[in-house]
């Protein structure tokens, strides 16, 4: 992006108000302020330039009140520090595009940091009529920021034993399995094929005719008389008092790890379950995010949230559903890999990292892909494609093995030592029936094509 920020005193030529606004340097509000990087719209009328609209803003966001005895300065509290033409995005000719960063004086919150009111502040500026697009692209916090009860994972990766490998999983499907024996049978089938974890569905928390603590109970103790260290995930998602309630029976049962949807509760409700349940691990999903980080002009970005649910206690966050990768619209890779393992203050704060979560219609070819772009770590639930092959009798074993040994082979040896195991002895070997559902040549594409 050739793009230039600009940091000057402005001289105002858009009639009013009549006094210049300071845009300050970085480095003298980032020890002070929460820092918001925002990719903005203004009607044409409203502005001709970003750097003249950003003027104005301030001057909105100071109230209009210019001073006689000197020029009206950035106010301390809630102040725009930056702006830069925006050379990527197309917009609008009509409109002016731009990215601002908006700096709102720690000072100004309860102490400590509470996400709500973070999350409030940084999307302030969608309320107002000349800004026609909106995107919340980061949020980076000062030194020493009392985030409080934010204190990130409690495990992160670890908390599946992944010993140097990928952790294949799959998810209960149908999601709302009512037949206990039904229930029993897939939990068999997972064990036979070798599987590191098993996890509920986004939405399947329990029913009418099989309840959560019903469904739980049938899960952890097939697992329990097959001998299996398979972890089980189950969906506790719910109002707090609910969630705690199905914590307890699911630690009961010697759960070690939850879901939840951070979208829905909200961050608060994931940080009260990651301090009340210290020994489970939390596996944040954002079932309905779409309507936050997909409008197509305004909205949050999905890395802004993951790095939230980060920071509330969340030890993998989900990234790419029904056969996604790591990276969602306008995120790529990097900015979610910063999200779930980056620092979290300007000074450094390290917090434990996330795993991302790919999940749905997951095969061969969107691990392989994954691996190709994502260098974090990441966990892999099949969905359909796991179940699908169950129902049509193929041998689950030789899948499972097969998906990992392609996933291996590209892991150590990258695209070449990939086609070397495509084309070896072993995988003409496999039937037909498993040789298809590996999809190989959709493999080599995707990494040839990344």
């Known amino acids: 992006m050739s793009a230039q920020s600009r940091r000057v005193n402005i001289p105002p030529d858009y009639g009013k108000p009549h006094f210049p606004v300071v845009l300050r340097e970085l480095s003298d509000v980032a020890s002070t302020h929460v820092l918001y990087k925002i990719r903005v719209s203004f009607e044409k009328g409203f502005c001709g330039s970003i750097i003249e609209g950003a003027a104005r803003l301030q001057g909105e966001l100071d109230g209009f009140i210019p001073r006689t005895d000197g020029p009206v300065v950035t106010a301390e509290q809630i102040a725009v520090v930056e702006c830069e033409e925006d050379r990527v995005s197309e917009g609008d000719p009509e409109e002016v595009r731009g990215i601002l960063t908006l700096g709102v004086a720690v000072a100004s919150f309860p102490e400590p940091l509470e996400i709500p009111l973070l999350i409030a502040a940084g999307t302030y500026l969608s309320t107002y009529a000349y800004i026609t697009y909106f995107e919340l692209l980061n949020i980076s916090f000062p030194p020493d920021s009392q985030i409080g009860r934010f204190r990130g994972p409690k495990f992160g990766p670890e908390f599946l034993d992944q010993q140097s490998r990928l952790p294949l999983g799959a998810i209960l499907k149908p999601r709302f399995i009512e037949d206990r024996q039904y229930l029993r049978s897939w939990v068999d089938s997972a064990v036979a094929a070798k599987l590191d974890y098993i996890s509920d569905d986004e939405l399947t928390v329990g029913t009418t005719s099989l309840n959560f603590g019903n469904r739980v109970l049938e899960v952890t103790k097939r697992l329990r008389d097959c001998g299996s260290q398979i972890t089980y995930i189950p969906n506790v998602t719910g109002s707090v008092d609910q969630v705690i309630k199905r914590c307890e029976v ?148 030789k899948y499972v093995s097969a998906v990992r040994s392609g996933f291996n082979s590209y892991a150590t040896g990258g695209e070449k030592s990939f086609r070397a195991w495509a084309e070896s002895s072993s995988v003409r070997r496999y039937p037909k029936a498993i040789r298809d559902r590996l999809r190989i040549q959709e493999a080599i594409s995707e990494i040839s094509e990344a």
């Open 250 to 397: 699911a630690s009961d049962e010697g759960v070690k790890a939850v879901l939840l949807n951070v979208h829905a509760m909200g961050y608060d409700a994931v940080a009260t379950v990651s301090e009340s349940y210290p020994q489970l691990a939390l596996v944040a999903c954002a079932l309905g995010v779409g309507t936050v980080c997909r409008e197509s002009r305004f909205g949050i970005s999905l890395s802004v949230i993951a790095r939230l649910a980060r920071m509330a206690g969340a030890d993998a966050f989900y990234t790419g559903v029904f056969g996604g990768v790591v990276s969602s619209g306008r995120d790529t890779p990097a900015t979610l890999h910063r999200a779930l393992c980056g620092t979290v203050t300007s000074d450094g704060l390290r917090l434990k990292q996330s795993s991302a979560v790919i999940a749905g219609g997951v095969g061969l070819p969107e691990l392989v892909r994954t691996k190709h772009i994502y260098s974090g770590s990441f966990i892999a639930p099949f969905g359909h494609p796991f179940s699908q092959a169950r129902s049509e009798g193929v041998d689950l074993v």
